[in-house]
């Protein structure tokens, strides 16, 4: 049993399997197929021709690799860490700051969806985002937490809502979250720093001395990447949850109302408690796999990251939403229930992950970790 959770997650829920290779003035992005890279350069192009700002320029184009313009910066995640860790010392104007820039991402991925709802009317195929992966997600955090559920029945109402999702999605899948964005300026870019100890904290400093800079956070640019998840569909609501109730960004208020996460459209309370449920476990479901199977890779990839958050606040968010939630998907409820008091937040001590793939060993990176040599 062991070994088929640990292929489970190699196969659906690690992610450092993909190459990267980020450069000085270019970024490599290695694409799975091609379909994942034609869809990529294709909404790029798009984009650029839509007048949105901040979206890399294709430099070339090879069989699997798409050769972007890097943008020099800090990505939006990795600054709102270290305005949070400023707003610690008792400096609220870092808050200010954070929700100003929570505010222009929010801004500007609602002209990208805008887009994208342009873009998709060109494309003759399109396939919804797959969420066969939440059977893979519930079956290894039930095994690493040991907790009991009607595998029959759950499978049942995964089935009923993946139904459901089919008939609910209309525009590509940005995945809109502030780790796909960039604060871009010079003198917060982690790559021209040598790799020290200490250069978060040079980079903490530098943001402490701009926190007077009202035109430095209002007018710098936010730039986009990563738009190979476009190949699939999602709900009207998903990239808005991904911006605004991360954890990073959440303002802490789990009544949610259809409203609140919606741009364009009518609100609908039952796509909006989906589209959580589906984000919020591949949000929580992954980073808690990190960190039970895979603690090398987590404490660089997720080390700012708390995947209990998600599990915690799920059911709440979803029964505000939908009042038949609980008729439609008791066990699904249940289990978010069961995982939110049992995960826990210790990283393991055991990479069991690596013990099983000992050849699958690949330097983790985030923008907050050295650029891979």
């Known amino acids: 049993m062991r070994e088929e959770i640990l292929k489970i997650y190699h196969d659906d829920l690690w992610k450092d399997k993909r190459i990267i290779n980020p450069r000085r003035d270019i970024f490599i992005k290695y694409s799975e197929n091609a379909l994942e890279k034609d869809t990529e350069v294709s909404v790029i192009q798009f984009l650029h021709k839509s007048n949105i700002e901040g979206i890399p320029n294709i430099i070339k184009i090879t069989d699997k690799e798409i050769h972007l313009s890097c943008f020099k910066g800090i990505r939006i995640f990795e600054l709102l860490v270290q305005l949070d860790e400023l707003k610690k010392k008792g400096l609220t104007k870092a808050q200010e700051i954070k929700e100003l820039i929570i505010s222009r991402c929010i801004e500007k991925q609602k002209r990208i969806q805008h887009a994208l709802f ?84 040079k980079e903490r400093d530098i943001i402490e001395s701009k926190l007077d800079d009202d035109y430095f956070w209002n007018n710098t640019l936010i730039g986009d990447f990563d738009f190979s998840s476009c190949i699939h569909d999602t709900t009207l609501e998903d990239d808005l949850i991904s911006i605004k109730f991360h954890e990073r960004t959440f303002c802490g208020n789990s009544f949610v109302e259809p409203s609140d996460v919606i741009w364009f459209g009518e609100p609908n309370g039952m796509r909006a408690a989906i589209s959580f449920y589906i984000r919020y476990y591949r949000f929580g479901g992954r980073k808690a796999a990190y960190r039970i199977l895979n603690p090398v890779n987590h404490m660089v990839r997720f080390r700012y990251d708390t995947d209990i958050f998600y599990f915690f606040n799920l059911n709440t968010i979803m029964r505000n939403l939908w009042k038949d939630v609980d008729s439609e998907f008791p066990q699904l409820l249940d289990i978010t229930e069961k995982l939110s008091r049992t995960l826990g937040t210790n990283r393991e001590e055991i990479d069991s992950f690596y013990e099983i793939y000992p050849n699958a060993n690949r330097e983790p990176w985030d923008g907050m970790a050295d650029v891979p040599k």
């Not at 955090?141 to 559920?149: D, F, P, S, V």
């Not at 999702?165 to 590509?172: A, F, H, M, Q, R």
């Open 118 to 201: 342009e873009w998709r009317k060109t494309q003759s195929i399109r396939e919804p985002y797959p969420q066969f992966k939440l059977s893979s997600i519930i079956k290894v955090l039930a095994y690493c937490t040991k907790i009991r559920y009607n595998v029959q029945k759950t499978e049942e109402e995964l089935k009923k809502l993946n139904y459901y999702w089919k008939t609910l999605v209309s525009v590509p899948f940005r995945d809109a979250t502030t780790k796909n964005m960039v604060f871009c300026s010079d003198k917060l870019s982690r790559i021209e720093f040598m790799p020290t100890d200490d250069k978060t904290q």
